[in-house]
């Protein structure tokens, strides 16, 4: 079980991805309630949280949202939810949530397959700077 601090929510992202890195980098920066929590897929806690949750990483392995209440939230409802709790007006995208979920990630699939040819990998996952180390589960 993860210990994740009251009222706050953990994205687990592609930590040698440069779109997932700079993703990260937005929330970080636009997170002004400070509900977002931190951490690589290849981490310690999202390896337990795959194993936990018996995730494919064949068919997902660019972005997780996990809160305790609501469990994994996958691909672009993950990214949609992300929107939402950032406030407004990144919000306002949460409006695709009504769209059917095998539509939305069949745009999600297309990018995340692509993500790597289009915007490049690190070598290693992304080390947050003392500042943001708060904001990082390890």
């Known amino acids: 079980m ?3 601090p009251q009222n706050k929510k953990l994205i687990l992202f592609d930590g040698v991805c440069n779109l997932c890195n700079s993703s990260v980098q937005y ?3 636009h997170d002004k309630n400070n509900i977002f929590m931190l951490a690589a897929l290849q981490s310690e806690v999202g390896q337990q949280l795959i194993k936990e ?3 494919d990483t064949k068919k997902t392995d660019s972005i997780l949202l ?3 209440k609501e469990g994994i939230s996958y691909k ?3 990214a949609l939810k992300i929107a ?3 406030g407004f007006p990144n919000s306002i995208l949460s409006v695709f949530l009504i769209v059917p979920a095998f539509i939305r990630n069949w ?3 297309y990018i995340a397959k692509n993500r790597y040819k289009w915007y490049g990998k690190k070598e290693s996952c992304m080390i947050p700077t003392p500042e943001l180390k708060s904001k990082f589960l390890e």
């Open 2 to 4: 993860i210990n994740l």
């Open 27 to 29: 929330v970080i920066k």
């Open 53 to 55: 949750y018996k995730i």
């Open 66 to 68: 996990y809160t305790t």
């Open 76 to 78: 672009s409802t993950a």
């Open 84 to 86: 939402y709790y950032l």
């Open 107 to 109: 745009v999600y699939d």
